[in-house]
């Protein structure tokens, strides 16, 4: 395989779990309410409040280590085009 093609395939994969894990996000905080329930009557709703809070919470550092390896990776693409732009004019 080329380096050049698996260079782009790598990076199109780490885009498409980003953006995945993008939307799963944003579905949940679809469901988030910004309200604060104090009276015990709504108990059910609070706990249902925390379950997203905390599903938001897990998928954290998931979403930052996706972000990051997608920097890394648009960084080195954009590296080697410069690197090759840099060579052809020596």
């Known amino acids: 395989m080329n380096l050049i093609l698996g260079m782009w ?3 199109g994969v780490l885009v498409l779990v980003y953006v995945a894990i993008r939307i799963y996000v ?3 905080d679809l469901d988030e309410n910004d309200t604060i329930l104090l009276d015990d009557a709504f108990a059910h709703e609070r706990a249902a409040q925390e379950a997203i809070i905390a599903k ?3 998928i954290e550092p998931a979403r930052r280590v996706a972000l990051i390896a997608l920097l890394v990776m648009s960084l080195i ?3 080697y085009y ?3 732009m840099w060579q052809q004019f020596q």
């Open 9 to 11: 395939i790598v990076w």
């Open 82 to 84: 410069v690197w090759n």
């Open 56 to 58: 938001v919470k897990k």
């Open 26 to 28: 944003a579905r949940l």
């Open 77 to 79: 693409v954009i590296g």
